[in-house]
């Protein structure tokens, strides 16, 4: 196997960050020696999360069999996931931080399930992938991911199932929504206008919605601006801490840039 140097677009503050939280864990949980320190086991899941690196590959990069780095991720990506905020909790946090209003949308996270696993193949995509829920705030701050439904799961009724239609109502967030969640039995959801040859003020009217809408989408090109989101070589239902991982991850980056 030939070696070469690399490098990966992320800044000592995040490395710093994901070091502490594995620190404190060794601590809690009395591991006195591990083959890498936590700088370098933060080093290599961040490695693997940003640029979707085998872990074949990471291991010979890091010095580590395959197995010890797949250990290393599993354990950071639970840290990481636990810190993720719960639906409530971070509608509760919107409206203490007075945001006029929230972007719901969902997302596909591609998987390389075959033909055969009907409920993973998302008839909107024409590819295998699980269902994710992503609400961000107006500009397009993460403000909480859910977990992972088969791809064939219709928008609308993920979010149903994970009770985010309820929770907006109570919280009375305004939330903008695309014409998936349109049919949403929460007043709080605001969808486009549908159909063809709409009146000019429907049509202005979605012109604005899209407008406001559009960091909610940006939302998720973030989270899929880590590569291993673009196609996951797991199982499909560790989609979900991976990405609630991710979105702490770039929250992270977004209040700590430096």
Request: aromatic share 6%; with cysteine; proline share 4%.
């Amino acid at each position: 196997m030939l070696f070469y140097r690399a490098a990966v677009d992320l800044s000592r503050s995040t490395l710093n960050y994901v070091a502490g939280l594995i620190r404190r864990h060794r601590k809690r949980i009395g591991s006195t020696w591990r083959l890498r320190n936590p700088g370098r086991q933060a080093l290599l899941v961040l490695v693997y999360l940003r640029k979707d690196e085998t872990f074949a590959e990471i291991s010979a990069g890091f010095g580590v069999s395959a197995t010890t780095a797949w250990r290393y991720v599993e354990e950071t990506v639970m840290l990481l996931s636990a810190r993720s905020p719960k639906l409530r909790q971070a509608l509760r946090k919107a409206t203490k931080d007075g945001l006029t209003h929230v972007i719901l949308d969902g997302t596909l996270i591609h998987t390389d399930r075959v033909k055969a696993d009907r409920p993973y193949f998302s008839g909107k995509h024409r590819v295998h992938g699980m269902n994710v829920q992503v609400i961000a705030g107006p500009d397009g701050t993460i403000l909480w991911t859910s977990g992972v439904l088969p791809g064939k799961t219709h928008d609308l009724t993920a979010a149903r199932i994970w009770g985010i239609l309820r929770a907006l109502a109570k919280a009375g967030l305004l939330t903008l929504a695309d014409k998936g969640y349109q049919g949403a039995e929460a007043t709080v959801v605001i969808t486009p206008y549908k159909g063809k040859n709409k009146p000019a003020s429907q049509k202005r009217a979605n012109r604005s919605h899209a407008k406001l809408r559009g960091p909610g989408e940006r939302a998720n090109a973030q989270l899929k601006s880590w590569r291993i989101l673009r196609k996951l070589r797991c199982c499909p239902n560790k989609a979900g801490h991976l990405v609630k991982a991710i979105a702490v991850l770039q929250n992270h980056r977004a209040t700590h840039p430096a």
